[in-house]
């Protein structure tokens, strides 16, 4: 998985997240890989907790997050993406006016997060069968929040699945929402903001506000792999 890292254009995607507040990611699981890691749904050992979206408001759909340890392409997944993308983090929190600094290794930052009691894994399954979709929201945990994270496509569009397009919007100050739709493959990756990014205006740099969603799936069953950075309170 290091050759496949390191086989992506990150200076486009840093370059496309910094205008878009997403970039795609292709590729980054092998059919294989998807295959294995959806297939992990019914194993409750290998979770932590399941929500079903419904209950919530959150929309229709369901969820689980994983447990300790993580599965090898997930655990892959979190410490390989984000040295690549904690200096855009960096870069986004130093323009926006915040305080946080992303230290260099993942390790160092979830042990950050445990000192602040946010011990909980993140990373996450989610299942959508015909009709589900999943309400626009931001995915915080807690106080500390790593700006940027992952999905990755599990299922093939048109063959498991139709509909249920990755759905992202921006809020601009004294503007109406912006939505970007990503179409993704089967082992597709986007990367995107969690909560906010910094955009350059006529009189300086602001903090944009953006959510993200699942639009409605029109037939079969569709997998996405979740991957955040920071654990949960």
């Not at 092998?30 to 979206?53: I, K």
């Not at 984000?82 to 042990?111: D, F, I, K, S």
């Not at 063959?159 to 921006?170: A, I, K, N, Q, Y």
């Amino acid at each position: 998985m290091a050759d496949r890292f390191a086989g992506f254009d990150w200076a486009g995607v840093e370059s496309e997240v910094d205008a878009f507040g997403c970039a795609r990611l292709p590729g980054l699981l092998t059919s294989e890989e998807c295959a294995a890691l959806a297939g992990l749904y019914d194993e409750e050992a290998r979770f932590r907790s399941r929500v079903v979206m419904s209950r919530h408001g959150f929309g229709r759909g369901e969820y689980q997050y994983f447990a300790y340890p993580l599965p090898p392409p997930v655990e892959a997944l979190r410490t390989g993406l984000y040295p690549r993308l904690a200096p855009v983090a960096n870069r986004w929190n130093a323009a926006m006016g915040l305080p946080a600094a992303y230290p260099e290794t993942h390790a160092e930052y979830l042990a950050r997060c445990r000192a602040a009691g946010q011990s909980r894994p993140t990373p996450l399954l989610l299942k959508y069968e015909t009709g589900d979709y999943n309400c626009l929201h931001q995915d915080l945990y807690g106080e500390h929040v790593f700006p940027l994270q992952v999905a990755v496509l599990l299922s093939a569009p048109e063959r498991d699945f139709t509909g249920g397009e990755f759905v992202l919007t921006e809020q601009r100050p004294r503007m109406q929402s912006r939505a970007e739709v990503v179409p993704l493959a089967q082992g597709d990756g986007v990367v995107f903001a969690v909560h906010h990014r910094p955009v350059a205006g006529t009189r300086g740099t602001y903090r944009v506000n953006l959510r993200h969603g699942v639009s409605r799936l029109r037939s079969g069953r569709r997998f996405t792999l979740g991957v955040i950075f920071h654990d949960a309170a």
